[in-house]
């Protein structure tokens, strides 16, 4: 997924429960923040949060998921697995929130290329729900989160075990925090078997919503038939539901809107079940006149 170069509603909250206990340590909680009823279909874009062309608030409603990209931390396996918000200024929380009301729901994007973590032990995953729930808190509410904190190939062998234990106890500790309808997403690589045995852990554990591949910033997403297969990979791993799949709008670095068009028309005939699709991104998709998102949707 990419990032930036440089960094610089009033939503039906979820009842409260008790955070799952851990036989080590236990995140704190903070006030749930989150509403019902995420989309059975979704099309979501991914909104740059440090590209002030367009506000959130600028995403047209075709689109049902925005994606707020992204929490980061100082880079890829460094820190203590926290993560901040360093674009309060860029989007406010009450542009998040505006939309918020206005039917979208808001995803927070934690991770993006270069910015990784392989949770190995407890004391780092608290450290990533605690300072999760500090970020909702901040912003004001959001309706899931989205991981993308494993890319370039840092999650293998050696550690695949202890990171798949590690996200599902995190994804339990948000949903013990702020309900069960919290949606717990993530983009992996297509093609990496490790990627695909995490996701099938978190599916496993019951913590997973979907599971969106992204077809963008690599070769071969364009070949015909290249990305309807890969989705039949997918859905026989994780089923139809909790699938998604991640696409490009206007993006130089992605499968054109006539790819997408032919691709997602044999996916839904061969999977009607299927989740749905996001675009990269929601900038490029405005420069673009949202021909992209105004297509796609009307064939969700």
């Given at each position: 997924m990419t990032t930036a170069s440089t960094s610089t509603d009033a939503a039906t909250s979820a009842t409260q429960a008790t955070p799952q206990t851990s036989t080590t340590q236990q995140a704190t909680t903070s006030t749930p923040a989150t509403a019902s009823g995420f989309p059975a279909k979704v099309l979501a874009c991914y909104f740059t949060a440090?590209?002030?062309a367009y506000r959130i608030t600028d995403v047209p409603t075709d689109f049902n998921v925005i994606y707020l990209f992204n929490a980061q931390n100082s880079g890829t396996n460094t820190g203590d697995g926290s993560w901040t918000w360093p674009f309060a200024s860029n989007v406010t929380a009450a542009q998040i929130q505006q939309v918020r009301q206005r039917g979208q729901k808001v995803i927070l994007t934690v991770g993006g290329a270069g910015l990784g973590f392989v949770y190995t032990n407890r004391t780092q995953s608290?450290?990533?729900?605690?300072?999760?729930q500090s970020i909702i808190s901040q912003i004001g509410g959001v309706d899931g989160v989205d991981f993308n904190n494993y890319e370039a190939g840092i999650v293998n062998a050696g550690n695949l075990s202890a990171m798949s234990t590690e996200m599902v106890?995190?994804?339990q500790q948000l949903r013990a925090t702020y309900g069960s309808s919290f949606a717990i997403t993530s983009p992996p690589s297509p093609n990496d078997t490790y990627q695909q045995s995490l996701m099938a852990a978190m599916k496993n554990a019951g913590v997973l919503t979907y599971a969106a591949p992204q077809f963008y910033d690599w070769s071969g997403f364009n070949a015909v038939g290249y990305i309807a297969n890969a989705i039949?990979?997918?859905v026989a791993l994780l089923g139809e539901a909790s699938v998604a799949v991640g696409l490009s709008a206007n993006y130089s670095n992605g499968p054109a809107l006539s790819d997408c068009t032919r691709e997602w028309s044999a996916i839904k005939a061969a999977h009607p079940g299927i989740r749905g699709m996001f675009c990269w991104?929601?900038?490029t998709n405005l420069q673009g006149s949202n021909t992209w998102g105004s297509t796609m949707g009307g064939s969700l």
């Open positions: 440090w590209d002030t608290t450290n990533c729900v605690n300072s999760i106890w995190i994804a039949n990979t997918w991104s929601a900038q």
